[in-house]
């Protein structure tokens, strides 16, 4: 077999011209070393940036037009300003205006640049109109500016506050993926009602702070679905699966009680195959019987307060809803690859589509009204939080991208790059890199529109979260770009303007009132982890990846983790923490013929790495009595040290892996499978693998005794005797 040839790099001047437009050329994967890519790569990211960099004559050309371009505006699109005392300026791009004081401070630079006697006309969100950008109320203005030379130019002009606040105290939650948690009231998966019983619960009898679920964004039909809540057809939208159908009033005065009690038998059987027997969540199973009741529900007419309440929702969520519920509709008829419907209905704005959404106006109306409905059940379901004293509450989860096929890719042409899909490039853990199907935002569209898109998302999701998880949080940075039938290792990084992404996001969680945590796991560029803790981003420590990477290599003590993230000891993608320090997870990938190495040289690797973090954990006295006279178990009791630890850093926030506290040993998901495993079809079970319901939960012995580590506010005498001070106070509910 022939070697691949060497894939060509960039010359000079396709350089200089993929610079200009945020496209890089190369790339650091680690300290003193640097990739060139390969010019294809750089050419079709270009292309998809509408700049034809096909050969050398089109790259002079698209050379000397950018220089220009750049020479002779007056402002770039989007311009930030921080309010406060706050003159760091970082990101750059399209909208790089610099930073400065829109509350009477310095000038964003952008401004200060503009010829002398240029005069300006500001808009303001707030629709005032001013004559100067100083002293702006936070807010995403329009600005327009009129050179002495009678050049014009037109920008948005991100006012945000400096940061963000820092969550009151410290606090410790709970970690679970929603669709796993069944409760005896469930029609097959976990659902808003089990959500809200869930923080009820752990507010008032816990103390817990918060409850993270995984993201709860519409899915793409498909025969079977994707189970992935990763990759949505909607991050804006939710989706109706996860309603509990009795807890919407209408279904109370379905006019057929027969075919009522038939629905509760058949939720009944689908609770019990998950519950009873064994089966895997089946996520169209639950849908097929869910929309059926919905479809009845929709027949029921509104109260004159509850249809006054959902015109208002039409009104507030616009055009957008429009083109979600419209992309429903169609995709009942055409099915859910929008590329293969006719072709006048592949475009939203068509004459085509405008028509096709008057025909299936009932169909439109009724995906309408069910993304009302699941935006109310989760706003209960914060507001049960909230109720039940947690200051933060539901912590929800933005997925990095959407699916190629579905409703944002749809609606949202315009700001998508076609052909290209984000991934990462190849690392010490994945030689191939990756390609995870998701077209990502043009950063030039999204400057030009004042990041709207972005905007609107957030603000749509802070409606009910006391928190945002943002998943891949460097993607506000920069995304790697993989061309369409290419391999990931032909991918190039593109960068966005962090400082805009990072002011609209500041923005936006401010008006809000809530937490913004980013998962910045994995290979995360120089400086990036620093730009987002000084914007209020709080980030994500996982124990068995807090090593002195710089120094020894050995496990971080306590009083050397940073304070301003969510510590935990596991996540979805990882093994649960039962599984870790038993090794099950090692013998779990051999049985799926997953590891790369032989067995012994695994486990032996497993046992090294879990036996330096109990040495740890036992010379800091968290490691306590282990079986007999009815203590907890070993393995009990090193889960239990394992959270100690956590509680002995300064983290503002700590995050129990629900199914930790019943010794289940299944990962929810096992990356680098898809059908050899059940990724996100598992409920939550424990050590045998018996599926524990939320009422068996909420009695377990073993999960009290865990909470109870967190709760205990009196550090260990071993600890103090080593000088481990950090974070000896216990959270606070």
Not at 675 to 699: C, S
Request: some cysteine; proline content about 8%.
């Amino acid at each position: 077999m022939t070697a691949p040839r060497p894939a060509t790099p960039p010359d000079e001047e396709l350089t200089r011209l993929a610079a200009l437009h945020g496209v890089a050329s190369s790339y650091s994967p680690s300290p003193g070393r640097t990739v060139t890519t390969s010019a294809t790569a750089v050419i079709r990211a270009l292309a998809a940036l509408g700049v034809d960099a096909s050969g050398p004559r089109a790259v002079r050309a698209a050379l000397a037009a950018r220089e220009r371009e750049l020479d002779e505006r007056l402002l770039p699109p989007t311009v930030v300003s921080w309010t406060g005392n706050d003159s760091d300026s970082r990101g750059g791009g399209e909208g790089d205006g610099g930073s400065g004081d829109g509350g009477g401070g310095a000038v964003p630079a952008a401004f200060a640049a503009l010829p002398p006697g240029t005069r300006l006309l500001v808009e303001t969100e707030q629709g005032e109109t001013h004559a100067s950008v100083e002293g702006l109320p936070p807010g995403v203005h329009r600005v327009t500016a009129t050179a002495p030379d009678g050049r014009t130019a037109r920008a948005h002009l991100i006012v945000a506050p400096p940061r963000l606040p820092t969550p009151a105290g410290r606090m410790y939650g709970l970690l679970v993926q929603l669709y796993s948690l069944l409760s005896e009231r469930s029609w097959g998966m976990g659902d808003l009602g089990d959500l809200a019983e869930l923080a009820g619960w752990a507010g008032r009898a816990l103390g817990a702070g918060f409850v993270q679920v995984n993201p709860l964004h519409a899915a793409v039909p498909g025969a079977p679905t994707d189970p992935s809540p990763y990759r949505p057809s909607s991050r804006r939208f939710p989706d109706p699966v996860h309603l509990r159908v009795e807890d919407v009033p209408e279904f109370a005065h379905v006019a057929d009680p027969e075919l009522v009690r038939t629905l509760r038998e058949r939720a009944g059987r689908l609770r019990e195959t998950v519950l009873d027997k064994g089966a895997l969540i089946d996520r169209d199973a639950v849908w097929e019987l869910k929309r059926e009741a919905l479809e009845r529900v929709a027949g029921v007419p509104l109260g004159p307060g509850r249809h006054a309440a959902y015109r208002d929702f039409l009104a507030e969520e616009g055009r957008a809803l429009e083109d979600h519920a419209t992309w429903c509709a169609l995709a009942e008829v055409h099915g859910s690859d929008w590329h293969r419907w006719p072709e006048g209905l592949r475009d939203p704005r068509s004459a085509d589509t405008v028509r096709a959404r008057g025909e299936l106006m009932d169909r439109v109306d009724f995906w309408s009204r069910l993304a009302w409905l699941t935006d109310a059940q989760l706003t209960a379901a914060q507001r049960a939080a909230r109720e039940a004293g947690m200051p933060v509450g539901i912590v929800h989860d933005l997925a990095v991208g959407v699916h190629p096929v579905g409703a944002d890719a749809w609606a949202q042409q315009e700001y998508l790059a076609a052909g290209m899909s984000v991934g990462a490039p190849p690392d010490a853990f994945n030689a191939r890199g990756q390609d995870w199907g998701l077209p990502p935002w043009r950063p030039d569209r999204l400057a030009e529109s004042g990041y709207a898109p972005f905007r609107r998302l957030l603000r749509a999701l802070f409606r009910y979260a006391g928190a945002l998880r943002i998943d891949h949080v460097m993607g506000l940075f920069r995304l790697w770009w993989v061309p369409q039938g290419e391999p990931p290792t032909e991918g190039t990084y593109v960068r966005y303007d962090a400082e805009a992404m990072l002011a609209v996001l500041v923005l936006e969680a401010s008006r809000a009132g809530a937490v913004v945590i980013g998962e910045d796991l994995g290979t995360v560029e120089p400086g990036v982890r620093e730009a987002l803790r000084d914007r209020g981003v709080l980030g994500t420590s996982v124990l068995w990846f807090e090593r002195d990477w710089e120094g020894d290599g050995r496990p971080l003590p306590p009083d050397r983790w940073r304070a301003d993230c969510l510590a935990t000891a596991t996540t979805h993608d990882l093994p649960s923490t039962a599984a870790r320090l038993t090794g099950d997870h090692v013998e779990l990938r051999d049985r799926l013929g997953l590891l790369t190495r032989p067995l012994e040289e695994e486990r032996a690797e497993n046992a090294a790495d879990t036996g330096e973090w109990l040495d740890l954990l036992a010379r800091l006295g968290l490691l306590r009595g282990t079986g007999g006279g009815g203590g907890p178990s070993a393995e009990e009791a090193e889960v239990q040290a394992v959270h100690r630890f956590l509680l002995r850093t300064p983290a503002r926030m700590i995050g129990v892996w629900l199914p930790d506290g019943v010794g289940d040993r299944r990962p929810q998901n096992l990356p680098g499978t898809w059908d050899q495993y059940p990724n996100w079809r598992l409920p939550i079970a424990d050590a045998e693998g018996r599926p524990v319901t939320l009422e068996e939960l909420v009695a377990s012995p073993r999960l009290h005794a865990l909470i109870n580590v967190l709760r205990d506010t009196d550090p260990p005498a071993a600890s103090r005797a080593t000088g481990d001070g950090a974070g000896a106070d216990g959270p606070s509910g």
